[in-house]
């Protein structure tokens, strides 16, 4: 019983489906004469966590996030665009961090024809077992992780993607890779934005 207490130990510690906070290394931008007007609701400011019939979501609010998704915005903003950004302001309806951790399925026949072979068995282990066995399948499972950045730019609608799949634990390297790809797509159609159409060549 000591040996299961410790496997169940070592697995609480080490076999979780994500991490519960990131951190991004920024550094401050040199161009910061402009606006970001924060418009999300108040849902996306604070982390959560959610029961759903395909998995398990963790949401990452601005709580668990250094930067928050504002500051990261302003600051790929004043770096990739710098001064002629100046006095324009960016209204930030939604950033988004979601990790998807997969429901999983346990074999029924097979663990309770386990658990019948096994001496000494009874509701608590068994309780014990299934929660260990749907641990690991969970840890070996791939978590889907997305972010979404949208809002207005003088008048106009933008909105950029982010998405990656991570086998086992979602780290923070994995979150902050995903939150990197929105951003740089956030800027992109900002950017695009900023300049206007592009003349067509001759």
């Known amino acids: 019983m000591r040996r299961f207490g410790v496997l169940l130990a070592t697995f609480w510690t080490t076999g979780c489906g994500t991490v519960g906070s990131t951190k991004l290394d920024v550094t401050p931008p040199k161009f910061v004469a ?26 990452l609010g601005d709580d668990a996030m250094a930067p928050p998704g504002p500051e990261l915005l302003k600051a790929w903003l004043g770096d990739k665009i710098g001064a002629r950004f100046s006095g324009k302001q960016v209204v930030l309806s939604e950033f988004s961090v979601e990790v998807v951790d997969p429901a999983v399925q346990i074999n029924e026949q097979g663990f309770n024809n386990a658990m019948a072979s096994t001496p000494g068995a009874n509701p608590v282990s068994g309780f014990l077992a299934r929660w260990l066995i749907g641990g690991i399948e969970s840890a070996k499972s791939d978590k889907t992780v997305g972010v979404r950045i949208a809002g207005k730019f003088d008048g106009s609608d933008f909105a950029a993607r982010g998405g990656g799949s991570f086998k086992g634990r979602v780290s923070q390297a994995n979150i902050n890779s995903v939150i990197t790809q929105a951003l740089e797509g956030a ?16």
């Open 34 to 59: 402009f606006e970001i007007r924060d418009e999300r609701p108040a849902e996306q400011r604070a982390s959560s966590k959610t029961k759903e019939s395909y998995g398990e979501v963790s949401r």
């Open 187 to 202: 800027v992109t159609e900002i950017e695009r934005l900023l300049t206007g159409p592009t003349e067509p060549t001759q």
